[in-house]
C-alpha cells in the first residue's frame, strides 16, 4: 500500500518536471513574469500587537508601498497583491491567490514580535486552606512576585520553508508559535495530504535555492541602511505553511519586532517604511536580473 502510494507520487513528480522542462528551454521570455505580494494577517487578524500599531496594519503599509515601487521600476511585470485593504484571509486563500495567479514568485511581509520578559523580583505568602469542616486548616506558601517588561529582541529575519526535511519531519510539525500570533498557527491544510507532499518534493527540488538566493539578498539589503538582521532561515513551520503551499520561490520577510519600541516607531515612520520597501524592491530586482538578466 505504501509502495503504490510513493510510486503514485514519483510518478507525479516525473510528470509535473516534464511539464516544466520544455517551457523553461525553449522560451526566452522572462522567468519571473508575475510577482505576488502578500501583506501578512489582515482584518479579524491582525497579528502581532505593538503598543499603538498592529502588524496587519504594517504590513499592509509596506505592501502597498512595494507594489508601487516594482510597478514603477519593473512596468512588463505583473504585480499581484493577495490583498489591499483591511480584509481577513485564511493562509490558504492566500496561497490559493498566488497560485492561481501563476506567480513566479512569493513574497510575504511579517511583522516579528517577541514575548515579554518575566522577571521575579520577589516573594509573598499567599494563604490557602486544606480539609473540612473542623479539619480545616490555614496554610501559607510562597510565590514569586513577578515583573514583565518589553523583550528588548529586534532585527530582521527571512524564511524560507526548510527543504531538507523529510516526510516523517513533516508528520512531526507542531504549532508551537512563540514569536507570532496565534492566527498564524490556525488550522492549515493537513501537510501530510498527497498533494501537500508532492508540492513540497517539487518546491524542494526547484524552488528552495532560488528562494535562499533571493532571502540573503533582501537580508543583504537590510544590512546596508542599517538594520540588524538575524540572516536567512528555516522552518518547518506551520506560521509559514504558506511557503511550502506555494508553487514558486516564496520568501517570508520578518520585518521588525513589534514589540520593540523602537522597531515599531520605525516601521510605522515615514522613513522605515521607505527604507524597508527601498530595500525590498532592490533586493528583488536584484534576483530578477541573476535570474532572467537584464
Ligand atoms: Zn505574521
Not at 521600476?73 to 492566500?94: A, C
Not at 518575566?118 to 499567599?126: D, E, F, R
Not at 535562499?212 to 537590510?222: G, H, K, R, Y
Not at 511550502?244 to 520568501?251: C, F, R
Request: hydrophobic share 40%.
Amino acid at each position: 500500500m505504501i509502495k503504490t502510494v510513493k510510486s503514485f507520487f514519483l510518478l507525479a513528480l516525473v510528470l509535473f518536471f516534464a511539464e516544466l522542462a520544455p517551457a523553461q528551454s525553449t522560451s526566452k521570455a522572462p522567468k519571473i513574469r508575475t510577482i505576488i505580494i502578500d501583506a501578512g494577517h489582515g482584518g479579524t487578524d491582525q497579528g502581532a500587537k505593538g503598543t499603538y500599531s498592529t502588524e496587519a496594519q504594517i504590513t499592509l503599509k509596506l505592501a502597498l508601498r512595494l507594489d508601487t515601487l516594482l510597478r514603477e521600476e519593473l512596468p512588463s511585470t505583473r504585480i499581484v497583491m493577495t490583498r489591499t485593504t483591511d480584509i481577513f484571509h485564511h493562509v490558504r486563500e492566500k496561497a490559493d491567490i498566488a497560485n492561481r495567479e501563476k506567480g513566479d514568485l512569493f513574497v510575504c511581509i511579517h511583522v516579528n514580535a517577541a514575548p515579554p520578559k518575566k522577571t521575579i523580583t520577589g516573594y509573598k505568602s499567599v494563604a490557602y486552606y486544606k480539609g473540612k469542616g473542623s479539619k480545616r486548616k490555614k496554610y501559607y506558601k510562597k510565590v514569586p512576585i513577578y515583573k514583565t517588561s518589553p523583550n528588548p529582541m529586534f532585527g530582521t529575519s527571512t524564511y524560507v520553508w526548510a527543504a531538507d526535511r523529510s516526510d516523517e519531519k513533516a508528520q512531526g510539525i507542531i504549532a508551537d508559535d512563540r514569536y507570532e500570533s496565534s492566527a498564524e498557527i490556525m488550522d492549515v491544510p493537513d501537510v501530510n495530504s498527497p498533494e501537500a507532499l508532492i508540492k513540497a518534493r517539487l518546491w524542494s527540488q526547484k524552488f528552495f535555492k532560488n528562494s535562499v538566493q533571493l532571502a540573503s539578498m533582501i537580508e543583504n539589503e537590510f544590512t546596508v541602511i542599517g538594520r540588524k538582521s538575524m540572516g536567512v532561515l528555516q522552518r518547518n513551520h506551520m506560521g509559514i505553511w504558506v511557503l511550502q503551499a506555494t508553487n514558486m520561490p516564496a520568501v517570508l520577510i520578518e520585518t521588525g519586532f513589534i514589540t520593540n519600541q523602537e522597531e515599531e516607531d520605525y516601521l510605522n515612520s515615514e522613513v522605515g517604511q521607505a527604507e524597508m520597501t527601498r530595500s525590498i524592491a532592490n533586493a528583488i530586482l536584484k534576483y530578477k536580473i541573476a535570474v532572467d538578466g537584464k
